[in-house]
DNA sequence: TAGTGGTCTAGACCACCTC
DNA sequence: AGGTGGTCTAGACCACTAC
């Protein structure tokens, strides 16, 4: 018999009643010392078990409140639609998505010039260092952060286009304006990876322990060469992702 | 001044060392006694730390050895290539690319005959509880668990292609053979998703506290609907994936 | 055997929330 | 005021790894 420690029982015993039903999201679980005397454990060795859960993302606390089960509601957004230049869109693809759901989008802007990090530089193969402009967006939907989206373009860009290192919103969209300029995203190369956030995005997004973020990297490419690099950062307990390859034709419009 | 409590103090520090190369990839940290000495802290306190550390992914610890600074090698997965019928591979498609890689693959098979899941269910367009059969595989890299990748494939199918039920690898792979039974796949949907492992995941894949997992489930059409819906299950520390939108002609042959 | 991390306890004090 | 979680300590014993 492979005997577990005494804080491994508590958190395997309480995810076992959070699935089963007993602790429905939004519910409140015990409180610890409830809970220490259910298990017959020191207060400490019932937080270790606690702590489990919270960085598995099953459950949040909050101090005065207690443990709360975390509800999960997710946005799908569909990778191989969005953007696309056949069926433009006036304005911003991401608040146009947004309102369509029925939610309240909200974002904050900046822009800066800034030599391109050595990551952006091979995506966008210009050299580390080179001239870059950064477009940044702090995206929240109904006040709930939701995502951060950094759009870097390489220099040589910018004097074709100057307006993209203007502050301030370009209203047509930045792929409107670009494409007006002679210069059309031909195709994307997407990258999606997940990590655990670093301090600072869990600043950003107001994300606690067990929640990942998922990265998604797209490299917008004109007939020639990478004209732009956008790397947005979602709360990977609030988003997905969705890719159509072929001929769908509408299959799957109820997903 | 907004003091932070010393297990943050201890985390932000040993972090900052960590981020400036003063202790690179593989490299050991000092032990819980001697950062108990440095910081001034209980060892308790100097674990509270640690752990942080441990959660956000960037240090792992194991019982007799101490504290190592994770080292990230990763794998990209082209999604958008993998099994296109227009480029067929013999056989498995996962085995050539990682041997392509000059990794060295290995995996565990089994099927099963089940009710679907309910979310299977979903994608598969059958009512929940339908017939379906389930191939899974458990997926090694150079002996290292990877991934584990669970097929459903609706029971009206099977009837068709009988061989998708029984024991056993289907030699030239199982997209051939349902293409050589009439059934060819015209289109994908697929869909991205990341959180933390289960404690299953946890065991299958090996990994420890903060690492999330990167869920990859791809339904895949024929002409009228849906024949099968893969999930696979990633280490999201060692994996990314890749798509390629529009005309992109090779231009990224070196990512 | 010595040193490392892993588990557990008992108790203290603090910060936050609700009433 | 009373209950909740958040932080911290000091010390004990165990399990694993190295030599």
Tied chains: 1, 2.
Aim: aromatic share 10%; with cysteine; glycine share 8%.
């Amino acid at each position: 018999m492979n005997k577990q420690p005494k804080y491994r029982q508590v958190a395997d015993a309480l995810r076992r009643e959070i699935d089963n039903g007993a602790y429905p999201p939004g519910a409140r679980l015990p409180s610890e010392s409830e809970l220490s005397a259910r298990f017959a454990a020191s207060r400490n060795t019932v937080r270790s078990g606690l702590n489990l859960l919270v960085t598995e993302g099953l459950i949040s606390s909050s101090q005065g409140l207690g443990y709360e089960v975390r509800s999960h509601e997710v946005f799908k957004l569909n990778a191989s639609r969005f953007e696309n230049l056949s069926f433009p869109q006036n304005g911003d693809a991401y608040s146009t998505d947004v309102t369509n759901a029925g939610r309240r989008p909200h974002q904050t802007f900046r822009v800066e010039m800034l030599p391109a990090p050595e990551e952006i530089a091979a995506w966008l193969k210009v050299e580390a260092g080179a001239k870059a402009v950064l477009r940044f967006c702090h995206r929240y939907v109904d006040d709930v952060p939701w995502s951060t989206q950094a759009t870097y373009y390489p220099g040589w860009l910018v004097e074709q286009a100057p307006r993209l290192a203007e502050p301030g919103d370009i209203a047509e969209g930045t792929t409107r304006y670009l494409a007006d300029h002679g210069i059309s995203q031909i195709g994307y190369f997407d990258e999606i990876a997940t990590r655990m956030p670093t301090p600072e995005e869990a600043r950003l997004l107001e994300i606690g322990a067990g929640v990942p973020v998922l990265l998604w990297t797209r490299t917008g490419y004109s007939d020639e060469k990478p004209i732009r690099c956008t790397i947005t950062t979602f709360r990977g307990d609030l988003n997905r992702m969705n890719y159509e390859i072929g001929d769908l034709a509408g299959r799957n419009e109820d997903l």
